[in-house]
């Protein structure tokens, strides 16, 4: 076990060497769910309830932080959606309005024009503001039919949360309605079945991000044939968001290795969940680029 360590480390400083002095700049920036304040993940109940301080005076998921971020540099934006009881999409990461507004109940028993009419941030609290949103989130609860109206010509990262049917037909409706758009450089986060419904029925819409749980079979491979320098079929012609936070780094040939032959095997990885801008400086030209939590860290490319 020591010496498997002691390999890993030399592996993984050998490729470092070759390309820490590499400028970020080869990589794409998806700003997460837009200029965002950092939540209190490790809090109890609704972690979005607690911040650890107030960044910005809006909440994510709205017309302001998706422009904040384009402003910062970002090159598309993901954003959550949630459907509707009057059947449109709205922009809202939790299953029910309690977590972030003063309302009650599931968004999707809420109609477009109540969900309007809620103060969007409501409850969030950090210690020297207490509740420093309050009163200034009515009216910014958004359609995804207003985002792309707004942002005509930006790329986004589509993250829908629910995972029925109905809502899948729901995002399929909205974006016909843009005829002209160009959806090739969008990609789709969530559920594969969803995804299959989108690609059948838009023309030309981008890629597929496997998430972390989707994503696992390949990491399983890799640790069994990588070794022996064999690229399993599980890592090939896909694209996956790679979660820092959740990879044993100990796994033999990772980080370096992994994603040298990823690249070479057209495997898109897009790095997620680290403000390590040196990590993120080393592995950037392995990568397809970065989903960031805090814009700020990376925004200069």
Known sequence: MFMQQITVVAINLVFFLLISSTAFSSSQIIDHKGANNPFDVFSSGCAARKIDHLNYPFMDNTLESIQRSFDQ???????D???????????????????????QGLVREHTVAQLKKLDFGYWV???????PLRGSGVGKIVTLREVLRKFPHKNFLLNPKDRDLQSFKILVKVL?????????????????????????????????????????????????????????????NKSFSLNLAQVNIDWWGFPFPFLHQAKKNNLQVWLFNTKDKNLILGLSPFVSGIIASDLREFSEK
């Open 73 to 79: 540099g970002a090159d598309a934006v993901e954003i």
């Open 176 to 236: 016909s309605e843009f005829p002209g758009k160009d959806y090739s450089s969008f990609s789709y986060w969530g559920s594969y079945e969803g995804y299959v419904v989108l690609k059948k029925s838009i023309n030309g819409y981008g890629d597929f991000i496997a998430n972390h749980h989707q994503s696992a079979a390949c990491f399983e491979a890799w640790r069994s044939l990588g070794l022996f320098g064999i690229w399993p079929n599980e890592c090939t």
């Open 81 to 103: 959606l949630r459907a509707t009881q009057d059947g449109d999409l709205v922009l809202f990461q939790e299953p029910e309005v309690d977590c972030l507004t003063e309302g």
């Open 125 to 131: 609290y950090d210690k020297i503001d207490h509740y």
